[in-house]
């Protein structure tokens, strides 16, 4: 139902954009969010939306990543820019029903190298 892509490898201070694709549905009534997890290391929620289009950032990425949905409200996006080392990790999308805390739904994750 999540279908992510844009994951790659970069240099420190380049950019990626990754991209989460689902059904219509699924924005209009779930809240989104982009986490990460890097080997060895506990899953983070890096950044979500809200059905209002609210957004929130872990620290260590505000200002350099932004997430944001498609015009035609299907795809989800995380851009992001001046990437460090420290942001290399798999990152996933995934979907809730904004009531409930706990994530339901979650892509198969796209790989982020930065060197």
């Known amino acids: 139902q999540l279908v992510e892509s844009g994951g790659g490898s970069v240099q420190a201070g380049g950019s990626l954009r990754l991209s989460c694709a689902a059904s219509a549905d699924t924005y209009s009534s779930y809240c989104m969010g982009w986490f990460r997890q890097a080997p060895g290391k506990q899953r983070e929620e890096v950044a979500s939306?809200?059905?209002?289009?609210?957004?929130n950032y872990i620290a260590s990425v505000k200002g350099r990543f932004t997430i944001s949905q498609g015009n035609a409200k299907n795809t989800l996006y995380l851009q992001m820019n001046s990437l460090k080392p420290e942001d290399t990790a798999m990152y996933y999308c995934?979907?809730?029903?904004?009531?409930?805390?706990?994530?339901?739904?979650w892509g198969q994750g796209t790989q982020v190298t930065v060197s």
């Open positions: 995934a979907a809730r029903e904004c009531w409930f805390p706990t994530y339901k739904y």
């Open positions: 939306i809200d059905t209002a289009g609210t957004t």
